[in-house]
Every structure is written in structure tokens, then in C-alpha cells.
């Protein structure tokens, strides 16, 4: 994996920090909840700030992304098209080879439980992926 892009005096956990406190608003809790899900499902997992301004999520490759916009958060998994979604969160990104998205807007609830399990098929798939062995799809 490669290093942050951030300056080496600022983590990239504080600046995730520093970005949802700046929003102030819903995206910001949104953005919060997310990233506590995310550690929740796996405490392992290593969060970097890239792309001059996304926070990322890494277990064995990337997990997913957290992007803010005016109308959105946009939660983008690496992988997302190589998993299974039972509970059908995925609603952006759709048409792509690789990629999958969850467009959360203002006042959306979030399945946590759904989400959870979306998660832990992100990480199981990278972890699968890295050790050569079948992935959530082909499994």
C-alpha cells in the first residue's frame, strides 16, 4: 500500500476527522456513521486520505471510499460489482465492471446490519483476492 498522500504531521484519521467536522451538517454525520461502521466491521482496517481529499478504507486492497458532494455521500466500494448485495444497497455506479456505489442523501436511513454484512464481504473478497483463494462471487 502506499504511504498517505497527507503531509506526514497529519494522519489521515485526523484529517477524516477534520473533514466531517468541517462539513457541519448532515453529510458530516453521515460521513461519521459510515466510518464507525466500517470500524466496527473490522477494527483491523487502515483508513487513508487520497485523491486530495477522499477518505479511504484498506483490508487486503480497498475496501471502499467515503465522497461528500452537495447532495450526496458517496459511499463507493473497489470491488462492489465482484459482491453479493442481498439486501440491495448498491444504487449508484451500477453499469460498471468493477465498482458499486450507496448514494446516501439527506434523511436516508442506514441499514447498519445490511451494511455490516456488505462490508465483511468487501474484506473477505480482498482477503480471498490477496491469498489467491475464490472471492465472494465465485465462491
Known sequence: ?????????????AMIDARIESLGDWRGETLA???????????????????????????DGMICTGETYKDVVKMTFANGAALKDPSKLFNASLDGNTRRAIDFREGDAIDAKALTALLRAAIAHNTAKSRGGKTAKSA
Open 1 to 13: 500500500m502506499k504511504k498517505s498522500e497527507a503531509p506526514s504531521s497529519t494522519s489521515p484519521s
Open 33 to 59: 456513521r459510515l466510518r464507525a461502521l466500517i470500524k466496527d466491521a473490522d477494527p483491523d482496517v487502515v483508513e487513508e486520505w487520497k485523491w486530495r481529499g477522499v477518505p479511504v478504507w484498506y483490508h
